[in-house]
């Protein structure tokens, strides 16, 4: 479950810990960022910073903070947080091979645009297995 910590990812999360609980299953949280090819740091979400190696750091610890503020709403569920460095379909997509998983779980924010490479668009697209794409917007 790719989560970026907005208002929208915790209708997708929402959903996504119930199918787990239900199922019995570890739900693991995913959060993206990357690094601008100029000198300010892109977050996904969160902080920006101008040094490369520690806007990389201060970003990959912006996106474990989310990610634990985001577990710590969920009851009755075993998470696992990853918090990975890319663009957010890329990483989640990875992850999801990594751990032979069987669903991914996103929500719908940019499907309404024609643009290619939005998240849930990539995601359904590149996923080796099945996606849920959760009405977000």
Known sequence: MGTDGSETA?????????????????????????????????PIAGVAASDSGMGNALLAQEAEDTLAETAQTLDGVTIEQHAGRGAPADVIVS????????????????????????????????????????KTT
């Open 95 to 134: 992850l999801a091979e990594q751990l032979q998983a069987d669903l991914i779980v996103v929500g719908s924010k940019g499907m309404h645009r024609r643009i290619l490479g939005s998240v849930p668009n990539s995601v359904a697209h590149s996923a080796g297995c099945a996606v849920l794409i959760v």
């Open 10 to 42: 915790a209708k997708a999360v929402a959903v996504a810990a119930d199918l787990a609980r239900r199922c019995g299953a570890t739900l693991h949280l995913v959060q993206a960022y990357q690094q601008s090819a100029g000198a300010m740091a892109v």
